[in-house]
């Protein structure tokens, strides 16, 4: 699928209305983007594993979150690193559902459930979740379906193979190319089974499958991303190919560079900026609003 001259315009330069409609939630992309805030409630993740594996400290980073300007909070339960195991269904309902009841009871505000289980999506869109982001791209029927019969808003991310798999001899002749490729026919099935395009927002998937320099090509193509007009969310937070571009092994070092990463992002287009780091990220996209609207 091709993006036409006036759809790139109205992405990059806030012409044009672009709506991401989350269940009773109605975001206004058109001409500010927003940060989702990263909420792991998993023992083993990357950048905080066990930090908020408990309820009460994970409901208190949230409501953090949001008070340092989130929009949307994403609460995931099973660790999405290269080379991590899967977690069992009932495991990843104990440790997400709680949680994301807690904060639905405590803030209106839209929650995403960071999962590619349908049956955790479903109890999840129950208590309170309004967004499904799933890294699977929701090639899983049954979390179509799931999706289908509600309103929520669709994160559709690109990944080849399982976080355990991902990163095994991936390879691309194309990889903006071949991502869109894959965002126009998931724009395709997922409309024909009664996704509404205004419910979705695609995710390249960087890190999830990707050479560094498939990263790099995804992130410079980001005007190209935006099939059938709809949102593109950088995942860049804190990615390994950030440390191997700086050569810097110490997790922390990634904080300040994914800060530019998110202005420079917006510049390109993207609207959704999934973080780690809430204040420094939104102070950075919105100081990149302001100087391009003002060209």
């Known amino acids: 699928m ?24 109605e975001l206004d992309l058109s001409e500010k983007g927003i940060i ?36 949307l909070i994403d609460i995931g339960g099973e660790s999405t690193r290269p080379g991590a195991e899967a977690v069992a269904l009932d495991e990843e309902k104990r440790r997400v559902l709680p949680v994301i009841e807690a904060l639905a009871n405590r803030w209106n505000g839209p929650i995403s459930v960071d999962t590619s289980k349908a049956e955790v999506a479903r109890e999840a869109l129950s208590l309170g979740a309004s967004v499904v982001n799933d890294v699977s791209g929701l090639r899983d029927g049954e979390m179509v379906r799931v999706c289908a019969a509600s309103d929520c808003g669709v994160v559709v991310m690109h990944m080849r193979g399982t976080p355990k798999t991902m990163q095994v001899d991936p390879g691309y002749e194309d990889p903006v190319r071949e991502v869109t490729d894959f965002f126009a026919e998931r724009l395709q099935t997922l409309s024909a089974a009664g996704i509404s395009p205004e419910r979705l927002c695609w995710d390249p998937g960087i ?6 320099e498939d990263n790099a090509a995804l992130i410079r193509g980001g005007r190209q991303l935006s099939v059938g007009d709809r949102p593109i969310m950088m995942g860049i937070s804190r990615k390994s190919f950030i440390g191997k571009l700086l050569g810097e092994t110490e997790l922390a070092a990634r904080d300040w560079p994914t800060v530019g990463l998110t202005a420079w992002t917006r510049g390109l287009g993207a609207r959704v900026h999934r973080v780690h780091q809430v204040k420094e990220n939104l102070d950075a996209l919105r100081m990149a609003e302001a100087l391009l609207s003002s060209r």
């Not at 109205?10 to 989350?22: A, D, F, H």
């Not at 890190?207 to 560094?212: E, M, N, V």
């Open 36 to 71: 989702a805030g990263i909420l792991n409630v998993t023992p083993d993740s990357f950048s905080d594993g066990g930090r908020y594996a408990m309820q009460e400290a994970a409901l208190g980073r949230a409501m953090e979150m949001i008070e340092e300007g989130a929009t």
């Open 2 to 25: 091709e993006l036409s001259e006036k759809m790139v315009d109205g992405m990059t330069q806030g012409r044009g209305k672009m709506v991401w409609r989350c269940g009773s939630h």
């Open 207 to 212: 890190g999830f499958g990707k050479r560094l």
